[in-house]
């Protein structure tokens, strides 16, 4: 068995927040969970119980007594009759000795808002909004970097018991629209533009497109932040101006919509994924408090924009009283490890990166525990695709901190599995399922697999589960996305392996899977074999089906710019597949690429690639828009068409 490369102290155990949690259900359900398998199982044998619980130990106000009227998925029934409002906990965590936000720029400058500004000009957008005669299920949308004005909105909007849904200004104006419009927004928030990687980029034009396409627009609101200027537009400072100390929120009802967060777009048109606000306020204090350990003297910081769930999932550190930082710039400028000197400089105590981030920052030799004042940093989370055995090891040892590997989606707005502050940390997995999370693995006839590969499915339903997809009033795009495989089980599209001691390995998309004579492969194990070599910057792994019958494997490389593909390089990629995954993991072909296309979160876009090369159009499988490097699905087009007329 591998062994762990980090294993909590009594001292962290007796200190975790999750081990007070587990003393106050012991306490209250005179029971013995005195280890974190035993506490995850009883989360799972007393589903209403433990999450009736959770509620109480975080204080959350008058709830019903029944907590779940119906287990069935999908249309589970939570807290029926309880009213609740997310701003509320926001409000209940304010205080005078720390900032809410700290506001971050590449040129080094930090902003501290303190929470009586957030809440103050929070207060003055939702009285904005009541003005416009904007009421509880009205869509408020923003267009808009990473900053804090964007924190502001989405509190201002949800108070009032509008909807909130967002996009990043690194989407075109069309991409946005495909996602925003569906909404038929009263209210679009938008930045002049933002600065990345050095250079501005003046988004006006964008903006003007946006609001022309959005046709019952009652208004805009312009953050100006390269100096630019919209006619008809209200200020921002002007919108947010407000005698309120705190927003009034509306109480609204358990399953009430919070936010519209959108699918990635790369297998039809972006799906709208509605969560309500009692679910994600209950999902987010258990995974935030509970799991990342975080409570108020945290600074929580992890690199996302709000065009991905990460920036939801970072605001919930409000929910604990931390700090949290907007960051809208490069994680790479200006160097290639400015993410962590950003960290040192805003004294981060949880920072959150992807693992393509680390592997670059260890394939150029850096040494953050070295080259940075990081003496606050105590954990560092990764998510976004899966975290090879040795890049967690690189962050183990060249960071010096727990290391949390987590994998859930857009469809919970959080994780089902990761790291937990009692479990020691296994390179390469996951430490273990998350509290009431009834995670498994199942084969194809519906029966659970050990040790071995399985679709990830998840047999009880969560609070957070979606509500269900905008413009969807039969389910049936919802059933279809999850419940059609194990009728009335979730089933996520993942292969995973439940290992023995508990964790799980992640190993790819299970829509993506390699098939090659039978036996399924994921493809992540061939990336974190390949990646490891200094040579490839990055890889993709498809395995195509062909009409005549046959079975077509290629592995696509990126090399640093003045490097070719030789033969001996091709022959050290082989024998690292054979040697460190196995012999039927070896490509067909090994080709050099110009680089991998992914989505806008950095996931690599295998489905829709596998489709091109089999001969699909590009724009008939996947949107352009959806991709960060759209020229890159013409160039995997035509090695498809090179292919059918047998060019090597």
């Known amino acids: 068995m591998t062994e762990p490369q980090w294993t909590p102290s009594a001292n962290d155990v007796a200190r975790a927040q999750i081990t007070a949690f587990a003393e106050f259900v012991a306490q209250r359900h005179d029971v013995v969970v005195n280890d974190y398998q035993a506490l995850w199982q009883w989360s799972?044998?007393?589903?209403?119980?433990?999450?009736?619980?959770?509620?109480d130990y975080f204080a959350l106000g008058p709830r019903s007594s029944t907590v779940l009227a119906s287990a069935t998925m999908p249309g589970a029934q939570w807290f029926p009759g309880t009213t609740v409002n997310y701003v509320d906990r926001v409000i209940s965590q304010a205080r005078e000795d720390r900032p809410a936000i700290l506001s971050v720029e590449e040129d080094g400058s930090v902003v501290e808002l303190s929470w009586a500004e957030m809440l103050s000009r929070a207060a003055g957008f939702a009285r904005s909004l009541r003005n416009?005669?904007?009421?509880?299920?009205?869509?408020?949308?923003?267009?808009?970097?990473?900053?804090?004005?964007?924190?502001?909105a989405f509190l201002g909007t949800a108070s009032v018991g509008a909807i909130w849904s967002a996009c990043g200004q690194d989407y075109s104006a069309q991409a946005a629209l495909d996602r925003l419009a569906q909404l038929d927004p009263v209210v679009l928030v938008a930045a002049d533009g933002y600065t990345y990687g050095g250079r501005n980029h003046a988004k006006l034009d964008e903006v003007q497109a946006i609001r022309a396409g959005l046709v019952n627009l009652r208004a805009t609101v312009l953050v100006s932040r390269l100096g630019g200027d919209l006619a008809d537009a209200v200020d921002w400072d002007v919108a947010t101006s407000s005698p309120d100390a705190v927003p009034v929120t509306e109480q609204v009802g358990f399953e009430h919509p919070l936010w519209v967060l959108f699918s990635s777009g790369t297998t039809g048109k972006p799906k709208g994924i509605m969560h309500g606000h009692g679910g994600v306020v209950v999902e987010h204090l258990k995974a935030v408090a509970l799991h990342c350990d975080i409570g108020a003297d945290d600074t929580f910081f992890w690199y996302t924009s709000p065009s991905w769930m990460m920036w939801n999932f970072q605001v919930a550190g409000l929910l604990v009283g931390a700090t949290i930082v907007c960051y809208p710039g490069s994680p790479a400028a200006p160097a290639s490890d400015a993410l962590w000197e950003l960290a040192a400089r805003t004294g981060t105590t949880v920072l959150g990166t992807s693992p393509g981030y680390a592997l670059a920052c260890a394939k150029k030799g850096h040494v953050p525990r070295r080259d940075h004042a990081l003496s606050r940093l105590r954990l560092v989370g990764v998510t976004g695709s899966a975290l090879p055995a040795e890049t967690s090891r690189w962050l183990g040892d060249n960071v010096g901190v727990p290391v949390s590997s987590i994998s859930g989606g857009t469809d919970i707005v959080s994780a089902f599995a990761g790291g937990t502050p009692?479990?020691?940390?296994?390179?390469?997995?996951?430490?273990?399922?998350?509290?009431?999370?009834?995670?498994?693995?199942?084969?194809?006839?519906?029966?659970?697999?050990?040790?071995?590969?399985?679709?990830?499915?998840?047999?009880?339903?969560?609070p957070s589960m979606p509500i269900g997809f905008w413009r969807d009033r039969t389910g049936s795009r919802y059933r279809a996305a999850y419940f059609e495989t194990y009728p009335g089980v979730w089933r996520h599209g993942d292969w995973i392996t439940r290992t023995d001691h508990g964790s799980v390995l992640m190993h790819g998309r299970s829509d993506s899977t390699l098939n090659r004579n039978g036996i399924r492969m994921g493809s992540a194990d061939i990336y974190e074999a390949v990646e490891r070599l200094p040579e490839v910057l990055d890889a993709l792994v498809i395995g195509a089906e062909l009409p005549d019958g046959g079975y077509w494997m290629p592995l696509f490389v990126v090399l640093p710019p003045s490097m070719v593909l030789t033969d001996e390089l091709r022959a050290r990629i082989v024998d690292t597949i054979r040697t460190e995954v196995s012999p039927r993991h070896v490509p067909d072909e090994i080709i050099a690429a110009p680089g991998v296309p992914r989505t806008r979160t950095g996931k690599k876009v295998e489905v829709p690639i596998k489709r091109i090369l089999q001969g699909a159009p590009p724009r008939e499988v996947v949107d352009p828009a959806s991709i960060d490097h759209p020229a890159l699905l013409d160039w995997y087009a035509q090695r498809s068409v090179v292919r059918a007329v047998g060019v090597s």
Do not use: K
């Open 422 to 462: 009692t479990v020691p940390v296994w390179p390469g997995e996951l430490s273990a399922p998350y509290l009431g999370v009834a995670l498994d693995a199942w084969d194809a006839q519906g029966l659970p697999v050990r040790g071995a590969v399985g679709e990830l499915v998840v047999t009880a339903p969560m």
């Open 44 to 55: 799972l044998d007393n589903l209403a119980d433990f999450w009736g619980t959770l509620w």
């Open 132 to 152: 416009l005669d904007v009421r509880p299920g009205d869509r408020v949308v923003g267009y808009v970097p990473n900053i804090a004005v964007a924190v502001i």
